[in-house]
């Protein structure tokens, strides 16, 4: 799905860019290398910021969507809803799709959004003259992820060990 984009949208767009370009500036000057970052707008108008943290003890790795999250949760609160999320991630060449959220991600998405969360895949590439964005593909999260983990709630509540 190509990306038509509404002003609010477009606002996250532009903000992502920017900030891309100044993390990853921030990134090589410490010999670091490009990574996936999300940014997301949340129904306030207020934009948080997560990049991929990836240590050397793989189960203690988390996505830049949830760091995101955790961002605007700590910002907000745990009632904070998610208005429209950017996935940006580092491509050698243009893609023909870009990097979808895990599964991990996508019920985060979901859980702190509505079905109709925005979710902006969005290229990133370092050429000679800088950082392009050379693809944005739109959807909304329920495309991606459309039967969701939903428990009932109280379905614990009466359930004792036997």
């Known amino acids: 799905m190509d990306a038509q984009l509404t002003e609010e949208e477009k606002r996250l767009v532009e903000y992502s860019k ?9 990134r090589h000057a410490k010999n670091g290398i490009d990574t996936l970052y999300a940014f997301l707008m949340s129904e306030s108008g207020k934009i948080y910021d997560g990049a991929a943290f990836e240590p050397n003890l793989s189960h203690a790795s988390f996505c830049g969507e949830r760091h995101a999250i955790s961002n605007m949760v700590l910002q907000e609160s745990y009632k904070a809803k998610i208005k429209s999320i950017v996935v940006a ?20 998405i979901w859980s702190f959004g509505s079905p109709d969360t925005s979710v902006i895949l969005m290229q990133y590439i370092q050429g000679k003259n800088g950082w392009i964005f050379p ?9 991606f992820y459309p039967l969701p ?14």
């Open 18 to 26: 920017e900030a891309i370009v100044k993390y990853n500036k921030i």
């Open 89 to 108: 991630d580092p491509v050698p060449d243009i893609q023909s799709r870009g990097t979808p959220p895990c599964g991990t991600c996508r019920h985060l």
């Open 135 to 143: 693809k944005l593909e739109k959807f909304k999260i329920s495309d």
């Open 149 to 162: 983990y939903e428990p009932k709630e109280g379905l614990w509540d009466n359930w004792e060990p036997k």
